[in-house]
Antibody, heavy 114, light 107 residues
Framework: EVQLVESGGGLVKSGGSLRLSCAAS????????VNWMRQAPGKGLEWVGH??????????NYAAPVKGRFTISRDDLKNTVYLQMNSLRTEDTAVYYC?????WGQGTLVTVSS | EIVLTQSPGTLSLSPGERATLSCRAS???????LAWYQQKPGQTPRLLIS???SRATGIPDRFSGSGSGTDFTLTISRLEPEDFAVFYC?????????FGPGTKVDF
């Protein structure tokens, strides 16, 4: 059974950094495309970016609002995908989810204060 | 970027009624890679449909997806009380992947 557990969220000041983790079980993360999504309080869903599977070249893609500030990476030994978030802004405040083939984790809350 | 428009914004129905939700894309969705999600308050989104018309594991057959190209539909044949929620469509055929703004189905 595919399971994803996000962690690393918290409160950070504007301009700061945070690294989120998405720990996978029930499958090998390098065999799958892993997406990051987010949902600001009271708002809709937003795709943040993804890392493709090893067989697809592990290419990275990002949404325009986070390009150049956020970086996705993977640790195969830990079967974990990371979202490094730099130069955080108040508008990055959201619950962040990782997703594989429609299976989402429970999310982790990131709050960016001014 | 492919922009998804969902209509209506809110659908007010009663249990037992049929719900028809629309998702329109600003350009053709590659390989009809269009998904539908259901989200209830305080919960994680749940995948209902992928590939425009394939039900996810465990999803009741009252949920069905149809459409291709730029026009897609999610139909709930007979609403159950637990179906009332917000529904999002997402295209995952072309990066950046995008979501629609959602349709709220309520009483």
């Amino acid at each position: 059974e595919v399971q994803l557990v996000e962690s690393g969220g918290g409160l950070v000041k504007s301009g700061g950094s945070l690294r989120l983790s998405c720990a996978a079980s029930g499958f090998t993360s390098s065999d799958a495309q892993v997406n990051w999504m987010r949902q600001a309080p009271g708002k809709g869903l937003e795709w943040v970016g993804h890392i493709n599977s090893k067989s697809a070249g592990e290419t990275l893609n990002y949404a325009a609002p986070v390009k150049g500030r956020f970086t996705i990476s993977r640790d195969d030994l830990k079967n974990t995908v990371y979202l490094q978030m730099n130069s955080l802004r108040t508008e990055d405040t959201a619950v962040y989810y990782c997703d594989v083939r429609g299976n989402w984790g429970q999310g982790t809350l990131v709050t960016v204060s001014s | 970027e492919i922009v998804l428009t969902q209509s209506p914004g809110t659908l007010s129905l009663s249990p037992g009624e049929r719900a028809t939700l629309s998702c329109r894309a600003s350009q053709s969705v590659s390989n009809n890679f269009l998904a539908w999600y259901q989200q209830k308050p305080g919960q994680t989104p749940r995948l209902l449909i992928s590939g425009a018309s394939s039900r996810a594991t465990g999803i009741p057959d009252r949920f069905s997806g149809s459409g291709s190209g730029t026009d897609f539909t999610l139909t709930i044949s007979r609403l159950e009380p637990e179906d009332f929620a917000v529904f999002y469509c997402q295209q995952y055929g072309t990066s950046p992947f995008t979501f629609g703004p959602g349709t709220k189905v309520d009483f």
